[in-house]
């Protein structure tokens, strides 16, 4: 069964402090992989998506890595901000290219606190 | 300016009824999604569709209804054979399946 899980489930960090979120995935074949910002009350927006042959890409203060032998990626935040505060969600495509392929995270809680 | 559009922003309904959900985008993309977000759960498919008059099921159909009449709109109907409809509900639609979904801003379905 294709399963996407994400850790931690919730973090607290302090203004202008960097951190790292995790995303372990068991999607087999795989097609490709993204970050999704997710505001309360709002829909996901994307950050960056990779592919099987990407290891890292990086959108402003966002950074994620790929390592497709673990099924292992990272999203890091740089210097973070007040309006970082959201839900950060890892979204795998399997190969076939069918919307049934797409299998969610549960995402990441992170709060930023002044 | 180019987007997807959701209404209302919040829907409240009775037990029983069928509510009608809707979902817009001038993007000019072919597929377009339902999701369901429950508090602590990924996005589950509801139903999807990658062209105009064709559409599929998705993971948690039952209880739910869809047409697509026309590329731009995919409305979602939420009836009343769905046992547990509260939920915020997301739109998505991509050039294809396999790329980039952009997101509309949600429905916060309340039942009362």
């Known amino acids: 069964k294709n399963q996407v899980e994400q850790s931690p489930q919730s973090l607290i960090i302090l203004e202008g402090k960097n951190c790292t979120l995790q995303?372990?995935?068991?999607?087999?074949?795989?097609?490709?992989l993204r970050w999704y910002k997710q505001d309360t009350g709002r829909g996901p927006v994307s950050l960056t998506i990779?592919?099987?042959?990407?290891n890292t890409k990086s959108n402003g203060r966002y950074t994620a890595t790929l390592d497709a032998d673990t099924k292992q990626s990272s999203l890091h935040i740089t210097a973070s901000q007040l309006s970082d505060s959201a839900s950060y969600i890892c979204?795998?495509?399997?190969?076939?290219?069918?919307?049934?392929?797409?299998?969610f995270g549960s995402g990441t809680q992170l709060t930023v606190l002044p | 300016d180019g987007g997807i559009t959701q209404s209302p922003k919040y829907l409240f309904r009775k037990e029983g009824q069928n509510v009608t959900l809707s979902c817009e985008q001038n993007?000019?993309?072919?597929?377009m999604y339902w999701y369901r977000q429950d508090p602590g759960q990924g996005l589950r498919l509801i139903y999807y569709?990658?062209?105009?008059?064709?559409?599929q099921k998705g993971d948690i159909a039952e209880g739910y209804s869809v047409s697509r009449e026309k590329k731009e709109s995919f409305p979602l109907t939420v009836t009343s054979a769905q046992k547990n409809p509260t939920a915020f509900y997301l739109c998505?639609?991509?050039?294809?399946?396999?790329?980039?979904?952009?997101f509309g801003q949600g429905t916060r379905l309340t039942v009362v």
């Open positions: 979204v795998v495509s399997g190969l076939s290219g069918s919307a049934r392929q797409l299998t």
């Open positions: 990779m592919t099987f042959s990407e």
């Open positions: 993007l000019n993309h072919d597929a």
């Open positions: 569709s990658q062209i105009v008059n064709d559409f």
């Open positions: 995303c372990n995935y068991t999607v087999s074949p795989f097609s490709n």
């Open positions: 998505a639609s991509s050039i294809g399946t396999n790329t980039e979904a952009f």
